[in-house]
Structures are given as C-alpha cells and as structure tokens.
C-alpha cells in the first residue's frame, strides 16, 4: 500500500507560480513512477507530467511543456510540481499517482489539491 498527499494549491492570478507537493508513505518500489494529473470541472482527469524514482526518466504533456517542472527528493519522499506562467485555463484539482513501474498502471492516488488561476 501506497498512501499520498498532496499540497500546495490555492488561488494566484494569471502569470503567478505555484509549487504543488505530493508526500508518499508506505511501501515504495525503486523501479515506481510518480506522476501529476488534473481535471477541471466536466472535462476528463488528463495526464501533466511524470518522473521516475531516479529522476532521469522524466515526461510532460504538451499544455505542461515548458511552463511546469516535476522533480522529487527522495530523502523526503517527495514530488513537486512547480507551475510558472500560469494560466486560467490550468484552474483544476491537480492529483498525485503512483505506479509499481512503467508498464503498470498508476493505482494509488492522493486526494487531490485545488488550483485556481484567475485572469
């Protein structure tokens, strides 16, 4: 079992930066990825960004690509996600997943933060 919490969201104007966290406990596998997704009120839950236990193996979506920054530190058992150049349309509860591997599926989850920009 896996557990995850996430932190760090709230409300900042359009152009502002957040840094979002995401704490796993329990029993983690060197081999796991960590990933971030969202889902803004009636659209799907989509994927953001996604890092490995390592650190090298590290991927965005395209909405992600160059204005978010995932990274970890494993001594704390943590993943960030800073979020720069935000934007209105990035108002969405932002969720922490984790994988056993890369060919799994993401089965554990946090319970969500909410980020809202405002224009």
């Known amino acids: 079992q896996v557990q995850l919490v996430e932190s760090g969201g709230g409300l900042v104007q359009a152009g502002g930066s957040l840094r979002l966290s995401c704490v796993a406990s329990?029993?983690?596998?060197?081999?796991?990825?960590m990933a971030w997704f969202r889902q803004a009120p009636g659209k799907e839950r989509e994927f953001v960004a996604h890092?490995?236990?390592?650190?090298?193996?590290?991927y965005y979506s395209n909405s992600a690509k160059g204005r978010f920054t995932i990274s970890r530190d494993n001594a704390k058992n943590t993943v960030y996600l800073q979020m720069n150049s935000l934007k209105p349309e990035d108002t969405a509860v932002y969720y922490c997943?984790?994988?056993?591997?890369?060919?799994?599926?993401?089965?554990?989850w946090g319970q969500g933060t909410q980020v809202t920009v405002s224009s």
């Open positions: 890092i490995n236990w390592s650190g090298l193996n590290i």
């Open positions: 329990g029993r983690t596998l060197s081999s796991h990825f």
């Open positions: 997943a984790y994988r056993v591997d890369y060919k799994s599926t993401y089965e554990y």
